[in-house]
T-cell receptor, first 112, second 114 residues
């Protein structure tokens, strides 16, 4: 079963706009990671946030984590056409090993 | 380019057959993970190896097996293939096996079972 559930399932925005994607999960986690996947290709790691962190930045990416609500958000600022991809949140669960449990993903389309 | 390589890129085979997927982790990474991605199941963790030994098992069928060799490359063996085994199979690697490591994914092997 999926640990993470992303929302929305699909998002279409204009280039230059910000894109916000949300992820909710069910059990306590060690960390939460966001990955990007271009159509049919491998996953690319974007950012990792630990359970004791609340916010992290990496370039145009901003990730927040609210462990009380069991949710995370990924913000991509000033989006570009090249950001068009599927985005997945993945968690490692407290007490478990380092396997990643993925959500179903969000399809982001950035229109030029 | 993540530094993780997978071969072959595409594989087409028939039901009942057996195939082997190969993965070479990034230089220096000790941990290898296998994932299956399908439309109905999404991305599912199959199995993890760390420095040659099995570390964790996920939703891996008994018809599937894996191993990690002394040079740290890994193979995933799929046998008695069924139509439902058609999927993208990804290998990922990380320096250690800990929970705070990001995982670096290979480009995947697309398996089609006819």
């Amino acid at each position: 079963s999926q640990q993470g559930e992303e929302d929305p399932q699909a998002l279409s925005i204009q280039e230059g706009e910000n894109a916000t994607m949300n992820c909710s999960y069910k059990t306590s986690i060690n960390n939460l990671q966001w990955y990007r996947q271009n159509s049919g290709r491998g996953l690319v790691h974007l950012i990792l946030i630990r359970s004791n962190e609340r916010e992290k930045h990496s370039g145009r990416l901003r990730v927040t984590l609210d462990t009380s609500k069991k949710s995370s958000s990924l913000l991509i600022t000033a989006s570009r056409a090249a950001d068009t991809a599927s985005y997945f949140c993945a968690t490692t669960i407290t007490g478990a090993n380092s396997k990643l449990t993925f959500g179903k993903g969000i399809t982001l389309s950035v229109r030029p | 380019d993540s530094g993780v390589t997978q071969t072959p890129k595409h594989l087409i085979t028939a039901t009942g057959q057996r195939v082997t997927l190969r993965c070479s982790p990034r230089s220096g990474d000790l941990s290898v993970y296998w994932y299956q991605q399908s439309l109905d199941q999404g991305l599912q963790f199959l199995i993890q190896y760390y420095n040659g030994e099995e570390r964790a098992k996920g939703n891996i069928l008994e018809r599937f097996s894996a191993q990690q060799f002394p040079d740290l490359h890994s193979e995933l063996n799929l046998s008695s293939l069924e139509l439902g085994d058609s999927a993208l199979y990804f290998c990922a690697s990380s320096p250690q096996g800990g929970t705070y490591n990001e995982q670096f994914f290979g480009p995947g092997t697309r398996l089609t079972v006819l």
